[in-house]
């Protein structure tokens, strides 16, 4: 399974971003996640969600963030309201397979630049 994330860029704070991720293939998936890395700090989940839409969200990320998923589209978005300079990071995709703990598939990481 490959994951291809995209919708990365620069922002002021307070602006919104969306970020895609496709995978070429979601036979076997069932969690999907966005995490992040800051320069400096260790990468850290940000949100996740099932193949049924159920959702899990860092508390930085309630209310201000929405994970949503296409299946017939093999996508998962991450709609970012109200960013932050903090927010600055590198946003990775990733897939879980159904039974599995670990994310066994990564995409390449999309940069997300929020300027006060």
């Known amino acids: 399974v490959q994951l291809q994330a995209s919708g990365g860029g620069s922002v002021k704070a307070g602006g919104s971003l969306r970020l895609s991720c496709v995978a070429s293939?979601?036979?076997?998936?069932?969690?999907m996640a966005w995490y992040r890395q800051a320069p400096g700090k260790q990468r850290e989940l940000v949100a996740s969600i099932t193949r049924a839409g159920t959702t899990n969200y860092k508390d930085f990320a309630k209310g201000r963030f929405i994970i949503s998923r296409d299946n017939a589209k093999n996508t998962i978005y991450l709609q970012m309201n109200s960013l932050k300079p903090e927010d600055t990071a590198v946003y990775y995709c990733?897939?879980?397979?159904?039974?599995?703990?670990?994310?066994?598939?990564w995409g390449q990481g999309t940069l997300v630049t929020v300027s006060s």
């Open positions: 990733a897939a879980r397979p159904a039974g599995q703990v670990d994310y066994d598939y």
């Open positions: 293939s979601a036979f076997t998936i069932d969690r």
